[in-house]
C-alpha cells in the first residue's frame, strides 16, 4: 500500500479511529501510510508530493536523489536546522541553500518516520515557502534553473541540484555526484548522461555569487565520465592523491579479433594494470565463476589487476586512502616500467607541488572526458 490522504481515506469511507491505527504513520500533515515504510528519499517524496502545491519544487539533496545521484548518508539524514530569526534573509538569497522554517502544523497521531531524511522543498520569489514537519524550506530564484518532471516528481534540473548542494557536500562528494551525471548508465547502454559537462559549467555560471561556487568549480575540475559508482570515484580520487596517474573509468579491453574481453572499473592501459572493485555481491557461486573466467581471459591478453575490497574502499567512503592498496598499484605499474620521476620531470616545479584539491597537476589528463 502506498500514501494516501485523509481526503482519499474518507472518499472510501475509512472511519477516523482506523486512520488513528498504530499499523499508520503519518510522514507529513495529513498523510497517511502503513507503519515501517519505505524512509528513503524517493518515497518520502512521494507521499509529500500528495500534498504539494504546483509551486513548490524538490530541490537540492532531494532533488538529487530523486534524480538517483550518489549521495553520502550523512547529506540524506542530517538533521532540520534551527529556524531562522524574523529578519534573517538568508532563507530568500536567490542561489543560497536556504534554511529550515519553523514547523506551524501541530503533531498528529502516529508521528513521522524515525531519522527520516528531511526533505527540500523550494518555492519560486515572491511564495511563501513550505513550513511542514520533515521539510527544509527554500525560496529560490526559479529564472536561474529548470523545473522538469522525472518519474511523477516535480524536481529542479539535475544540474542545479547539483549546485545546490554545495554548501552541505564534501569535494569528493561532489565529484562523486557530478561523475554520475557526467556518466549515467552510458557504458553499459549507450543511454545518454543526464548533464554533459557544459551542462555543469552553466549551471554554476547560472548561481554565481552562489556559497560554495570554488568548490563547485574544483569539483567540475576533477569530475570525470566514466565512474559507474560513487566508489569508483573515491578510489579514483584517492589513487591520484596517493602519487600515482590518473586511471581510465571502465576501461573496455579488447581480444586480438576485436572482441570485448571484459570492462575494467579503472585502468591504466599503456601499462595494462587495472582495478576492479570486489563486493559482497560478487560472492554467489555463480557470480564467482563469472569473476574467475574474467581475470583468466585478461591474464591472457596480458592485464595485470589488483583486486580492490571494501577493506581499501567501502560503499559509504567511510574506509578511505589506503597506504596498502596504493602501494600494491604502484608496484604492478613499476613491473610494467611505469616511473614517477617521468611525470615529475616532466612538470614544472610549481605544479608539482599540487593544488588545493591535493592533486599533483602533472598527473591530471591533458583535456577531460
Known amino acids: 500500500m502506498k500514501s494516501f490522504t485523509r481526503r482519499e481515506a474518507n472518499k472510501r469511507g475509512v472511519r477516523w479511529r482506523r486512520l488513528a491505527a498504530?499499523?499508520?504513520e503519518h510522514p507529513f500533515h495529513g498523510i497517511l501510510r502503513p507503519a515501517g515504510s519505505d524512509p528513503s528519499v524517493r518515497a518520502l517524496a512521494e507521499?509529500?508530493?500528495k500534498r504539494m502545491p504546483q509551486r513548490q519544487v524538490f530541490s537540492h539533496e532531494t532533488a538529487a536523489a530523486i534524480w538517483g545521484v550518489p549521495l553520502p548518508a550523512s547529506a540524506e539524514t542530517t538533521s532540520i536546522p534551527p529556524a531562522p530569526a524574523a529578519d534573517d534573509s538568508s532563507a530568500v538569497e536567490p542561489g543560497e541553500s536556504g534554511s529550515a522554517l519553523p514547523t506551524t502544523e501541530p503533531p498528529s497521531s502516529g508521528e513521522a518516520v524515525a531519522s527520516a531524511p528531511p526533505l527540500h522543498v523550494s518555492v519560486p520569489r515572491g511564495s511563501a515557502p513550505p513550513a511542514a514537519r520533515g521539510v527544509v524550506g527554500h525560496v529560490l530564484n526559479f529564472e536561474r534553473l529548470t523545473v522538469n518532471v522525472h518519474t511523477g516528481l516535480r524536481v529542479v534540473d539535475p544540474a542545479s541540484a547539483w549546485v545546490q548542494c554545495a554548501t552541505r557536500l564534501s569535494l569528493d562528494d561532489l565529484?562523486?555526484?557530478a561523475d554520475f551525471l557526467l556518466t549515467g548508465t552510458q557504458?553499459?547502454?549507450g543511454r545518454a548522461p543526464r548533464c554533459t559537462r557544459d551542462d555543469l559549467v552553466a549551471a554554476i555560471e547560472?548561481?554565481?555569487g552562489c556559497r560554495g561556487a570554488g568548490r563547485l568549480r574544483q569539483?567540475?575540475?576533477l569530475a570525470r565520465s566514466g565512474p559507474l559508482s560513487r566508489r569508483e570515484s573515491l578510489l579514483r580520487l584517492d589513487l591520484l592523491r596517493g602519487g600515482l596517474p590518473e586511471p581510465e573509468c571502465n576501461h573496455r579491453v579488447l581480444g586480438a579479433d576485436g572482441s570485448l574481453v571484459a570492462m575494467i572499473d579503472l585502468a591504466y592501459p599503456e601499462f595494462r594494470v587495472g582495478l576492479e572493485y570486489q563486493s559482497d555481491l560478487h560472492r554467489p557461486a555463480a557470480a564467482f565463476r563469472r569473476d574467475i573466467g574474467r581475470l583468466e581471459r585478461l591474464a591472457d591478453v596480458d592485464w595485470m589487476i589488483v583486486q580492490v575490497t571494501s577493506d581499501d574502499v567501502s560503499a559509504d567512503g567511510a574506509v578511505r586512502n589506503s597506504e596498502a592498496l596504493r602501494e600494491r598499484v604502484a608496484a604492478r605499474l613499476r613491473?610494467?616500467?611505469w616511473r614517477p620521476e617521468h611525470e615529475l620531470m616532466a612538470s614544472a616545479p610549481d605544479e608539482a607541488a599540487g593544488g588545493a584539491d591535493g592533486i599533483?597537476?602533472?598527473r591530471r589528463p591533458a583535456s577531460h572526458s
Open 219 to 221: 569539483a567540475l575540475e
Open 335 to 337: 613491473a610494467r616500467g
Open 187 to 189: 557504458p553499459f547502454d
Open 47 to 49: 507521499a509529500y508530493a
Open 22 to 24: 498504530d499499523d499508520l
Open 175 to 177: 565529484v562523486a555526484a
Open 206 to 208: 547560472r548561481h554565481a
Open 360 to 362: 599533483d597537476s602533472s
